[in-house]
């Protein structure tokens, strides 16, 4: 099959269908329900929220397909990209980009259950502009060691199927980037993240391709299993209270950091599909510190960059 | 008295005491704790919050005075100011700056009580710029017209006595500066806000603190008369549901737009007295509308720019 943008975009699209039901299953409840929506400046998106589920408390799988005119800082952000042409935006023309992609966050209601997050992304512009960039990265609410080292070894083998390098890479880069910096703290336990993959890369476009697609087929499956393994765990207050200021955690990465939402709430994006990402509650006490040798401190102990869950 | 960085932080460690003793008396309840700090890097600051009252849910009232080598970003915006030496931060040496001021955000437990919030501050910076500004806003859950009449009423007489321009001048800045811009609403229904007022304003720099020490001073007996009107009104789930909303809106401007806020993150300043703003609760709903004719309707309705509650 030609590779373009209209079959990336399909592609994309049965993507979406697929993780929906692989998590109407694993939830056993709730159904997505569906809103089309259409960018004036051209493209739109089909965004399916999911919601007081079995398992799911809220969540979404969005995809969307959107072109047009280049905004001014996009296009010369653009103009470092490798393969860029070095007169885009100084020939007249204003130049024209396209990007599609998913983008998925699902909050448990079982605090044992973590909150995951997943994106996948095609970008092109004039001027022979087109890469692929993506992540999936995990916020259990307590660190559990045993998932997190099967989170980690699935994202690993993905990596490790088409380039040798890419989980060391990107397991830094996904540290890096889900990072709360005015916690000092991560996000939660990582993942990967890349960007700006293609042709310039290591490996072919192609190449490339086929890793990004197996990247976004992993999620499912593998948050599949994260759930079936502690959606019927027990908890009490003292859990829900610290899954309330885990995700005030989340809201402070996603409103002060997060390059997707800060990119969609200054383009005039559709704003209810980018804040999907925020929890249905979340909450924040003044200067808490959890007790000692607990498990809430242990959990804390483990934001960090750089450990080695393989 | 000789006006100088001493002695206008003195008076508003008095105003923080004042404050906090109003307000314990209007919560009747709930008593605020104190943390100290110190900023490595010169001065630090006194921390008071309040939590599980009988009317307040959670809030703060902050006292800072901090100097210091002025960071680049900070210098460089100075550099317009009016009465700015044109060679500031051009002559080798770094410019120190010294800022000093009291915050609060009171987050209360019933949602026919308004979230309201106060901060005046007084900047000064090598190469002859020294300044005031501050602001009050009132953030109602249900937009009340007899209070928002007589909340901006106080503020007018405040700013009047003053300055015949200063409520309109101000009364507009603040419905800009209290905007979330990509939800298309203000914080609340406004109040004022201004910054830079100095000498080279139309009236002394003298006469302008004067203006400020009076709004620093309105503010506590105008929320303890919203408290007392407001506080024992009777509240279900809908209306509980509908705060929660809210406030992840309150969430959404401190942390995407509030500039003190960001300066604060990206100072590396003290983050628990930073988001002492955000409520202990906060929720977000995929998509809300409010029923047709609803009381909700109608409070989204109002949060508008250009309303004259006067």
């Keep these: 099959m030609e590779i373009n943008r209209s079959s990336i975009s399909e592609w994309l699209k049965e993507l979406q269908d697929s993780i929906c039901d692989w998590l109407e299953q694993a939830d056993g409840g709730a159904?997505?329900?569906?809103?089309?929506?259409?960018?004036?400046?051209?493209?739109?998106?089909r965004t399916r929220i999911i919601k007081e589920g079995n398992v799911i408390e809220k969540?979404?799988?969005?995809?969307?397909?959107?072109?047009g005119d280049a905004p001014v800082f996009l296009f010369k952000e653009q103009q470092h990209s490798p393969g860029a042409d070095a007169n885009l935006g100084k020939v007249g023309n204003i130049p024209q980009f396209f990007a599609t992609g998913v983008s998925i966050v699902i909050h448990p209601k079982n605090p044992f259950v973590p909150i995951i997050h997943m994106n996948i992304r095609y970008f092109e512009m004039d001027g022979g502009i087109k890469w692929l960039g993506g992540g999936i990265d995990l916020t259990p609410h307590y660190v559990n060691d045993e998932d997190a080292k099967f989170f980690h070894s699935e994202l690993k083998k993905v990596c490790d199927r088409h380039n040798a390098s890419y989980y060391k890479k990107f397991k830094?880069?996904?540290?890096?980037?889900?990072?709360?910096?005015?916690?000092?703290?991560t996000r939660g336990i990582g993942g990967i993240f890349f960007d700006r993959l293609n042709e310039n890369n290591e490996m072919s476009f192609n190449k490339n391709l086929n890793f990004w697609k197996e990247v976004g087929q992993s999620f499912a499956p593998i948050y599949t299993e994260l759930i079936t393994r502690n959606k019927n765990k027990i908890f009490g207050e003292l859990q829900k209270q610290w899954a309330l200021l885990r995700r005030g955690r989340y809201v402070e990465f996603n409103l002060v950091y997060d390059k997707g939402t800060k990119f969609g709430l200054e383009t005039n994006g559709r704003v209810e599909s980018i804040l999907m990402s925020l929890p249905k509650i979340a909450g924040w006490e003044y200067d808490f510190k959890p007790q000692k040798n607990s498990e809430e401190e242990r959990t804390l102990a483990l934001l960090k960059k750089g450990i080695n869950w393989v």
Excluded at 31 to 45: A, H, M, Q
Excluded at 172 to 185: G, L, M, P, S
Aim: aromatic fraction near 18%; glycine fraction near 16%; hydrophobic fraction near 35%.
């Design 59 to 67: 969540g979404g799988v969005l995809f969307s397909a959107v072109h």
């Design 31 to 45: 159904k997505f329900e569906e809103d089309n929506w259409i960018r004036s400046e051209g493209g739109g998106g």
């Design 172 to 185: 830094e880069w996904a540290d890096d980037y889900f990072f709360i910096t005015h916690r000092k703290e």
